[in-house]
Nanobody, 123 residues
């Protein structure tokens, strides 16, 4: 199983970035997928999730600015991040869970994790 996040980098406040998470080794279309982030000196926190049936969940802090999506054909998860703020600075991780969940998930409920990609937003 592999999850490889990419697309991070430097952005100024108000700009956009799009993260991708390429996967292999499991039946992507059946998996519940999520994005988490870990700001400097803080614990890992939920950002967004999407079920196999395309139901989406968002943290309040990103609702209306971030959009999670998936391409089952490409086995890839995406996170479109708009109107970035310095508070979005973090390492962003993608994660996979074999079963669905109908509430905001916690990190320990996911089976597989990618290595993360750094997002830095300057003011």
């Amino acid at each position: 199983v592999q999850l490889q996040a990419s697309g991070g980098g430097l952005a100024q406040a108000g700009e956009s970035l799009r993260l991708s998470c390429a996967t292999s080794g499991f039946t992507f279309s059946n998996y519940y997928m999520g994005w988490f982030r870990q700001p400097p000196g803080k614990e890992r926190e939920f950002v967004a999730a999407i079920s196999g049936g395309l139901t989406t969940y968002y943290a309040d802090s990103v609702k209306g600015r971030f959009t999670i999506s998936r391409s089952n054909m490409k086995r890839t998860l995406y996170l479109q991040m708009n109107s970035l703020t310095p508070e979005d600075t973090a390492i962003y991780y993608c994660a996979a869970r074999s079963r669905g969940i109908v509430r905001i998930p916690t990190p320990n409920e996911f089976d597989y994790w990618g290595r993360g990609t750094q997002v830095t937003v300057s003011s």
